[in-house]
């Protein structure tokens, strides 16, 4: 059996490796509207961040409390993640929490709790040129 490569780590907290369709990590484009000398406007790219994207069915609720400390702390994170351009070594760098919708709450027959649709999004805090 083959060892799942690790995805994503923030702030020490590795998170569960989970399938390519629920984690992107994808550059984003930052641009500037320039009014031009003949009045028209232009797009202008002034810098790209990354934009991670990371959704989980059935986390355990040790995993998902530990996860969820990190995320509801405020402040920027230390985030290592693998890139969607096939590269296979972790990239590191700084990041805010974009979006972190409320998972439900489920059971199993054994009573053990588990987390559905566990899901956020991060954003890097400093755009590169």
Known sequence: MSKKP????INDVRCPTTTRDRYHAT??????LLQM???SWS???V?????????YDKMEDGTYQELLRVLRGGGVKTVSYLPDDGTTELVTSQFLVETLP???LQF???QTPRWHNVAFTLIEVRPHA
Request: no cysteine; proline share 6%.
């Open 27 to 32: 550059p984003v484009d930052y641009k500037e």
């Open 108 to 110: 199993y027959i054994n």
């Open 47 to 55: 810098g790209t961040s990354t934009r991670i994207v990371y959704s």
């Open 37 to 39: 000398a003949d009045r």
């Open 43 to 45: 797009e202008e790219v």
């Open 6 to 9: 690790i995805q994503l780590i």
């Open 102 to 104: 409320n998972p439900t």
